[in-house]
DNA sequence: ATATTATGTGTAACCGGTTACACATTACAG
DNA sequence: CTGTAATGTGTAACCGGTTACACATAATAT
């Protein structure tokens, strides 16, 4: 391996000159800087970040924190994530906490000993003060910690309150609403804007709390749905939940969309998969995290962070869990 | 931040007796053990993983190289990895190469500059030679490399017999088969035992190549079940390709299994999310993360490695998208 | 003409570990 | 009782970078 010291002597400067040069900071002649170039390209010279990472006490890593690898809703943020960090020169590490504190703990502690540059925190496991006193840089993405971490979130409360008027305006009168975990900022977002709505909207609705996932969703939904025969349309908060809410649909041999309509939450490609297509709220996912990964390298960089709170635009994507609009 | 000199100091002996002790290696009395213990504990002493990367050129990080972190089965997979991983100490970088052999090569290039401990290869963008030539502990999984590489995949001919077997067991006559890319091998094997099959049952079947995306697949089998109403059997490859079958099927207005019947490849839990639900041949997906992991781990710390060919076997596992068995 | 500032470079210490090697002591074999 | 092996420890070099600081020269200000 060629060093830095073979470089110099190559060029016959120091090793503080190539250094400079490399980092392109202090004062390095023209000159020294051709001798320099020339070196590094003919011993085909590069840097050891191990090295440079001790000696700096930083790294080109960047934490990337997800509650759940398996809901693909978090796959295609990390996929924004890490093409971004990847033009800029960060590698993103993927640290799937599954929804476990001690796991995120340990995740954040063996990077913080790597010297990782900075974290993007999609999961809520840890309390707030946790992530604050990290002496790092953070972006929430997906969630809000607190004012002072920037922060990268859909409109969840437009987007709550446009899923359920939605449904009103395609006829449901009888709504179901699927709360996600009480402890998620965000889904409680997306609750108070479909509240917002029910309050515009004289229609009866229910409502109950349901994890992100397949199975309890499936059969938290089959319950109610046999319980309460009048439901005419269920607002999931996670396309996952939705996903569940129509398999119970069809368990119960409810067609969908004309006994029963379905809005996800999320946009997830998956949603295109089933059978009807789900319609929902689209996050802008891919925008999500190339926003979180910018913004964090910028902190990062110690460049100024003009907007601390990105709150980005949802859409309604209808398909075929709802019935054509009634205008 | 407390080093090993520290705790040299508080315990009275040399760096090399505390280093010694830290990593079981030469000689060290009771005494020192018992005294450079209490330093360490004392002073809340941890070690500093980037000096010893230096210092040794080693790590603790194994990379995980993914074609496509959107296609479900990679998440289980590297969730897999990962638990496995953790448990001996080991960090997963998740590496999705989107298909891009010049992604894979960066991280592949970028990891090694960090002394990466080793690989678990699922892509097959690069060629053979260019992993063989790592000069570094990698794990082929879900694919085979050569047989100088250790190997982990479901025994994907008897799946690919299973399968064809399954449909023509239930009353299937005319048979898709939907083949996985030309270049992946273990989509070949499946290839291989579905002809398998077909040599012993005289059933007409025609073969299509398709990738593993549900938008191309859906296309591709609409088309096909458009020019040629005779079939009434599906085996796909993958259960991405056997989502887009079913939605080919729906979009048709198939009925499934009683017009067509579907049986999908690898076992994700998306399977059980469709309408109706996927029949498949499971890959047991946390199995082989979980075998590819500690084979190189074993690798890396050189113990010997019994057999270089995990093959893992499959299962049948009958949902919704076929008729009840026919025995 | 002198003081000051900007430009340019090299030496050597430092980041925090590991480990070769030299040196001591103790145990055991012959 | 001596020779050899096993046990135990410390010093100092090394891994490959960065950078404070000292020093030199050229440019500009006074």
Redesign the pocket.
Known sequence: ?????DVAKKA??????V??F??G????????AIAVKAAVEELN????TV??S????KSNLIGLILPDITNPFFPELARAVEDVALTYGYTVVLCNSDEDPKKEKNYIETLKKKYIAGFIVTSNQLDAPHYANLKLPVVALDRVINEQIPTVVSNNRQGGFMGAQALVDRGSKNLLFLRGPEDFGSANDRYIGFKDAMERNSVAYETVFCPFHFAESESIVEKILQDNKDIDGIFASSDVQAAGALKAAHNLGLAVPKDLQIIGFDGISMGEMMTPALTTIAQDIYKMGAIAARVLIKQIEGQPIDNFMNEIPVSLVVRGTTKGAVT
């Open positions: 391996m060629t060093t830095i010291r016959g400067v120091s090793v503080a000159t250094s400079r490399l980092n900071n202090g004062y390095v002649s023209q000159e020294a010279y590069e840097l050891n090295a440079r001790l000696s700096t006490k």
